[in-house]
T-cell receptor, first 113, second 117 residues
Framework: TQLLEQSPQFLSIQEGENLTVYCNSSSVFSSLQWYRQEPGEGPVLLVTVVTGGEVKKLKRLTFQFGDARKDSSLHITAAQTGDTGLYLCAGNAGGTSYGKLTFGQGTILTVHP | GAVVSQHPSRVICKSGTSVKIECRSLDFQATTMFWYRQFPKKSLMLMATSNEGSKATYEQGVEKDKFLINHASLTLSTLTVTSAHPEDSSFYIC?????????????FGPGTRLTVT
């Protein structure tokens, strides 16, 4: 069974601060997705990373996939109150996993004005 | 693109009754659909995986006779919670995916809040 350890579980910061969320595993993933979810809504896909060492940027968000494709990070620069939400990483093992995703425990981010 | 809808968004039912939740991919054909359950401020818990025209594959600990899944077409899957009890109250989310080279992205519906009284 593949596991994704996501940390921290809770993050409370002031507007303008930077933050990083981590996802780590002992297993290799063929791809890894990051989602953001607001209360009462479904998760929204932010990015997919597939290549070891890959870095993708989405405005103030920077996503990195580890060289060995076992870990990933999400870095937010100059956080805004609109960034508040639940952030989820999810990995796919590829092969016969038929698209099943292994989810991390989630990070609840609260950005205070 | 890649829009998934769910209906209803909220439902309240009495204990012992059954509730059906629909999941539709609106602008693409989904090779696979997934059903999740989510508790407050927690991550998603996969319940089952379904492919069009075949039986769903349930995760360990999920009662297949209680949570009936029907995947009638490449754009529609339904989850029926049979003989619902208060402990079945939860946020149920579906997702749909289509194969992409080297990745399996899932697109999520907006969720259904089930309350069993």
């Amino acid at each position: 069974t593949q596991l994704l350890e996501q940390s921290p579980q809770f993050l409370s910061i002031q507007e303008g601060e930077n933050l990083t969320v981590y996802c780590n595993s002992s297993s290799v993933f063929s791809s890894l997705q990051w989602y953001r979810q607001e209360p009462g809504e479904g998760p929204v896909l932010l990015v997919t990373v597939v290549t070891g060492g890959e870095v993708k940027k989405l405005k103030r968000l920077t996503f990195q996939f580890g060289d060995a494709r076992k870990d990933s990070s999400l870095h937010i620069t100059a956080a805004q109150t609109g960034d508040t939400g639940l952030y989820l990483c999810a990995g796919n093992a590829g092969g016969t996993s038929y698209g099943k995703l292994t989810f991390g425990q989630g990070t609840i981010l609260t950005v205070h004005p | 693109g890649a829009v998934v809808s769910q209906h209803p968004s909220r439902v309240i039912c009495k204990s012992g009754t059954s509730v059906k939740i629909e999941c539709r991919s609106l602008d693409f054909q989904a090779t696979t659909m997934f059903w999740y359950r989510q508790f407050p401020k927690k991550s998603l818990m996969l319940m089952a995986t379904s492919n069009e025209g075949s039986k769903a594959t349930y995760e360990q600990g999920v009662e297949k006779d209680k949570f009936l899944i029907n995947h009638a077409s490449l754009t529609l899957s339904t989850l029926t919670v049979t003989s619902a009890h208060p402990e079945d109250s939860s946020f149920y989310i579906c997702s749909a995916s289509y194969d992409l080279p080297s990745s399996y992205e899932q697109y999520f519906g907006p969720g259904t809040r089930l309350t069993v009284t």
